[in-house]
């Protein structure tokens, strides 16, 4: 739903700022007062095209602001995200600027955003799944995109058909169709150089498993490696004391001992000399000390040069399978199990293909079965949709126009079925051949088409604004207040925005807004108002009896409002 809109320096709209309702929404004027201008901003809020006379004269940058209720579109909330764009207020803001250099700069939530991505937002054209769900669903001069698609089509009558399990037990069956199809054409393409790949995949499989690797072995390995190292550093320093302090009569010991005798002799000839002597007495004890704990630590760190020898191998080789099979062990096993499911499919690829044949044979019967159930549920749903929206039509004073569901079955399983639908007309009074909807609607027909669809298949499950631009032409009196009721029902669901010149249609309003031009000697302006109860019997007036307002137009205005579900006055 929209809830505000904000225009400045848009053509001849300086600025305006109005703040719709749920409920319908009515927009009236006098012909030529402006209310196209309403339309086209709207659309740039869609992500339609710019067009001329876009910027007010003299101005730099026109701007077009729409603020929209996301709080019961999940969907759209997710599309957001998806885009990076938060959305936790449960409203949407769209900024469009446009510059006098004819360029066009988006924003939505204050994220600047393509104008592809604007459209995917706010009004997606429905794809073949029929999932895709518009914030608003424009109908008349624009047209309705939506409403012109023929995926719409099969939506709108799968949904009155109720086909909907139906259909989503064949679309299930056929995604796994085609992931079947898939995997046999990825297999028959293998197949041409099966053996080829096989060996290759056996060696690169082989030269990883010649490693027994474990998760982590590359840390162990080179904590391992750094210990053997460090043990091998410890055990020469070890070898060189040991053969420092004990090798022969020239070793450190022996000349220590020497020393020791000869000062033993010194101290003999006076007693308190026998202190000097004694740090020289510690040393050979100290020295024996550090050589046994210098063994004890290398005996303990299980030095084996062998073993060294054999981890910095390994390590080497781990080394370059690294640089083609990932950079941690973790990663390099995790390619060996794919290369082994790999090499299991291909050493089973005939056994494999038959199967795969087999389940695309049952899969495709189970299709054909369902698509033809399917096919029959829509062949009687189109009759039953076209005599119904031909009934609605009739009453909205579109008599002699037949419209048609056309229901054909495609001769082979498609993503939605087997069957292919299109909404059709015949003119009044033509004895031509049925036309499509889109060749025949002028934008007032197909606002009442899509309204007499509403009131026949019901709403979507996700609110919209629907917007009606010309959906009064040609009507009057009874026809007139019908089409107002058929309004109302829909807005009561979400939200509708309704351009009229029908006093009947007008007076079914929730809000109503005139639109009218201003003109002086040197500017032209459009000013759009929210009415008071007042001024909006005096507009509804003027729209029975013309510019001259009378009391007999002002009471049948009161009457018109009273007597229906609009407003008070």
């Not at 225009?7 to 402006?34: C, K, Q, Y």
């Not at 059709?424 to 889109?438: E, F, K, N, R, V």
């Not at 009507?475 to 009229?500: D, H, M």
């Not at 001259?548 to 609009?566: F, M």
Request: aromatic share 4%.
């Amino acid at each position: 739903m929209i809830l505000e809109i904000r225009i400045s320096h848009f053509a001849i709209i300086d600025e305006l700022h109005l703040t719709l309702g749920p409920g319908l929404n009515i927009f009236s004027g006098e012909t030529g007062a402006g209310k196209s201008l309403m339309l086209r901003a709207l659309g740039l809020l869609m992500g339609h095209k710019l067009t001329a006379g876009t910027i007010s004269k003299g101005a730099v940058e026109a701007t077009v602001e729409g603020v929209f209720d996301l709080t019961q579109r999940e969907d759209i909330k997710q599309k957001l995200q998806s885009l990076g764009i938060e959305s936790d207020d449960g409203q949407l803001i769209v900024r469009r600027f446009i510059t006098s250099e004819g360029k066009s700069r988006v924003y939505m939530n204050g994220h600047p955003e393509t104008v592809t991505n604007l459209r995917g937002v706010v009004s997606p054209l429905i794809e073949v799944t029929g999932q895709a769900e518009p914030l608003i669903e424009m109908t008349g001069q624009h047209e309705s995109k939506d409403l012109l698609s023929k995926a719409t089509h099969l939506d709108l009558l799968d949904r009155f058909a109720g086909a909907a399990k139906e259909r989503k037990e064949y679309s299930e069956k056929y995604s796994k169709l085609k992931e079947i199809s898939k995997r046999i054409e990825e297999l028959t393409q293998k197949e041409l150089t099966r053996h080829q790949q096989l060996d290759y995949l056996i060696f690169q499989r082989d030269e990883i498993k010649s490693l027994d690797l474990k998760s982590g072995d590359d840390l162990r390995l080179e904590e391992e490696i750094r210990s053997q190292k460090e043990g091998e550093r410890w055990l020469r320093f070890s070898q060189k004391i040991h053969h420092m302090f004990d090798s022969g009569d020239r070793s450190f010991l022996s000349t220590i001992e020497k020393l020791i005798q000869e000062g033993h002799a010194l101290a003999k000839e006076k007693e308190g000399n026998r202190k000097l002597i004694h740090p020289l007495e510690q040393i050979p004890p100290l020295c024996e000390e550090l050589v046994y704990g210098l063994k004890s630590h290398c005996d303990r760190m299980e030095i084996d040069p062998d073993r060294l020898e054999q981890l910095e191998s390994k390590l080497s080789q781990l080394r370059k399978i690294q640089k083609k099979f990932g950079s941690s062990v973790d990663q390099i096993l995790d390619s060996l199990k794919l290369m082994e499911e790999e090499i299991d499919e291909l050493e089973n690829c005939e056994s494999l293909m038959v199967q795969l044949r087999r389940d695309q044979q049952e899969l495709t019967h189970e299709l054909r079965t369902l698509g033809g159930r399917l096919h029959q549920l829509r062949t009687r749903g189109g009759e039953e949709l076209s005599n119904r929206v031909n009934e609605e039509l009739r009453e909205l004073n579109m008599k002699g126009v037949a419209f048609t569901v056309m229901v054909e079955q495609a001769p082979e399983p498609t993503p939605t079925g087997m069957s292919t639908v299109e909404f059709m007309i015949q003119p009044p009074h033509s004895s031509s051949s049925l036309l499509p909807l889109a060749k025949f609607a002028s934008g007032g027909e197909l606002s009442r088409i899509l309204l007499s669809l509403k009131q026949v298949v019901g709403q979507s499950h996700l609110p919209r604004t629907f917007l009606f631009d010309e959906v009064d032409a040609g009507v009057s009196g009874k026809t007139a207040e019908k089409l107002g009721r058929k309004l109302r029902k829909i807005a009561k669901e979400g939200q509708v925005i309704c351009v009229t010149h029908l006093p009947q249609v007008a007076s079914f309003g929730d809000l109503h807004f005139l639109i009218e031009k201003q003109t002086s000697s040197e500017h032209v302006e459009v000013i759009v108002k929210k009415m008071t109860p007042k001024e909006r019997v005096r507009e509804i007036a003027r729209l029975i009896s013309g510019e001259k307002v009378t009391q007999t137009s002002l009471d049948h205005a009161k009457h018109l409002i009273e007597s229906g579900v609009g407003v008070s006055v």
